[in-house]
């Protein structure tokens, strides 16, 4: 087996045993990028490139050593690989204890393929002139050349005798319609005719007013028991009247509404801190619903027409991004009875 095969195998046996490092997976994967590194330097025959990698190894190891108080038991026999593998790189190298190993003369090689043929040289200088040699037989008659450009038109001749009238020609096609004249006077209008026949009666409209409705709540306690982060949104967990399937809920606080429309939206939080509330539609806030309170205990109402452009479009009450303040939804405000929070959404077109 020859020297580069042997350090090849080393190579993988340190890769085995960097594996069983009682280190976290961070460090572990830095290591086996640099041991890879090493063995994909030696398969190349780079042998100074995989001494450069093992070098990042042992720098690395030590740092680990230091920082974790590993066990000289568990990182000794890797270490001592490493010096066994350098080792090995260094004579494949040609060092040997820090000076070029000595090699013999090997015996002289076959002779090289023959190397491709030169470039010309310069032309050399011209001769001088011979003497004129005598006048050859005179060739055959060339082929008639192209027709020459037509020469410029003559001068008109004088006017003939008119001839004797032709026959009459067939009649032409008939010309465009010419435009419209304008408007006669209008007549008298004449008498009424009898009444007709009255039409089928058209298909009844749809029913004004409300089209659907939906009523979701929370009780304090036991609902929003923690704070509302800046951010996030409301809970209305419970269910209050319902009217069929085009306002459902989502989740404890996202609302689906299910056909395209306009809706109207009211909501009311008892809060205990100075707050903000506003509505969002699919994620994006909608800056025309903002409701707050700077300071007291009084709950923040509001009430907005929200249109949806399509299907299934997702509602929340939101605590603002950028405000600065969790929301406690206030339990028992104002006596010992948990109170309601409400989100009432009526679609009206």
Same mark, same amino acid.
């Given at each position: 087996?020859?020297?580069?095969?042997?350090?090849?195998?080393?190579?993988?046996?340190?890769?085995? *045993?960097?594996?069983?490092l009682p280190i976290n997976k961070y460090r572990? $994967?830095?290591?086996?990028?640099?041991?890879?590194?090493?063995?994909?330097?030696?398969?190349?025959?780079?042998?100074?490139?995989?001494?450069?990698?093992?070098?990042?190894?042992? =720098?690395?190891?030590?740092?680990?050593?230091?920082?974790?108080?590993?066990?000289?038991?568990?990182?000794?026999?890797?270490?001592?690989?490493? $010096?066994?593998?350098?080792?090995?790189?260094? *004579?494949?190298?040609?060092?040997?204890?820090?000076?070029?190993?000595?090699?013999?003369?090997?015996?002289?090689?076959?002779?090289? %393929?023959?190397?491709?043929?030169?470039?010309?040289?310069?032309?050399?200088?011209?001769?001088?002139?011979?003497?004129?040699?005598?006048? +050859?037989?005179?060739?055959?008659?060339?082929?008639?050349?192209?027709?020459?450009?037509?020469?410029?038109?003559?001068?008109?001749?004088?006017?003939?005798?008119? +001839? =004797?009238?032709?026959?009459?020609?067939?009649?032409?096609?008939?010309?465009?319609?010419?435009?419209?004249?304008?408007?006669?006077?209008?007549?008298?209008?004449?008498?009424?005719?009898?009444?007709?026949?009255?039409? =089928?009666?058209?298909?009844?409209?749809?029913?004004?007013?409300?089209?659907?409705?939906?009523?979701?709540?929370?009780?304090?306690?036991?609902?929003?028991?923690?704070?509302?982060?800046?951010?996030?949104? %409301?809970?209305?967990?419970?269910?209050?009247?319902?009217?069929?399937?085009?306002?459902?809920?989502?989740? =404890?606080?996202?609302? $689906?509404?299910?056909?395209?429309?306009?809706?109207?939206?009211?909501?009311? %939080?008892? %809060?205990?801190?100075?707050?903000?509330?506003?509505?969002?539609?699919?994620?994006?806030?909608?800056?025309?619903?903002?409701?707050?309170?700077?300071?007291?205990?009084?709950?923040?109402?509001?009430?907005?027409?929200?249109?949806?452009?399509?299907?299934?479009?997702?509602?929340?009450?939101?605590?603002?991004?950028?405000?600065?303040?969790?929301?406690?939804?206030?339990?028992?405000?104002?006596?010992?009875?948990?109170?309601?929070?409400?989100?009432?959404?009526?679609?009206?077109?």
């Amino acid at each position: 087996m020859s020297s580069q095969e042997n350090a090849a195998i080393l190579c993988k046996v340190i890769r085995g *045993k960097i594996r069983l490092l009682p280190i976290n997976k961070y460090r572990k $994967n830095s290591l086996f990028e640099d041991i890879n590194r090493v063995c994909e330097c030696i398969d190349c025959q780079d042998y100074q490139c995989a001494l450069n990698n093992l070098g990042v190894i042992l =720098d690395k190891l030590f740092v680990t050593i230091n920082s974790k108080n590993i066990s000289s038991k568990t990182y000794l026999p890797l270490v001592e690989d490493i $010096n066994l593998l350098q080792q090995k790189l260094l *004579k494949l190298l040609g060092v040997c204890n820090g000076t070029p190993c000595p090699c013999p003369t090997g015996p002289t090689g076959p002779q090289g %393929v023959q190397g491709d043929i030169g470039p010309t040289g310069p032309q050399g200088v011209q001769g001088d002139i011979g003497p004129t040699g005598p006048q +050859g037989v005179q060739g055959d008659i060339g082929p008639t050349g192209p027709q020459g450009i037509q020469g410029d038109i003559g001068p008109t001749g004088p006017q003939g005798i008119q +001839g =004797d009238i032709g026959p009459t020609g067939p009649q032409g096609i008939q010309g465009d319609i010419g435009p419209t004249g304008p408007q006669g006077i209008q007549g008298d209008i004449g008498p009424t005719g009898p009444q007709g026949i009255q039409g =089928d009666i058209g298909p009844t409209g749809p029913e004004g007013g409300i089209l659907a409705f939906a009523d979701f709540y929370a009780l304090m306690p036991p609902d929003n028991a923690a704070t509302v982060a800046v951010g996030s949104d %409301v809970s209305f967990p419970q269910d209050g009247p319902i009217s069929g399937t085009a306002i459902t809920r989502i989740n =404890d606080s996202s609302f $689906n509404l299910a056909e395209i429309g306009t809706y109207k939206i009211l909501f009311q %939080v008892s %809060v205990t801190e100075a707050a903000q509330l506003i509505l969002t539609l699919n994620g994006n806030d909608l800056d025309y619903t903002v409701a707050g309170r700077a300071t007291g205990t009084s709950q923040i109402v509001g009430m907005a027409l929200v249109e949806t452009t399509t299907i299934n479009s997702i509602l929340t009450v939101r605590n603002p991004a950028g405000n600065s303040t969790a929301l406690t939804i206030t339990p028992l405000a104002g006596g010992t009875r948990p109170v309601s929070a409400h989100l009432v959404i009526t679609q009206i077109g």
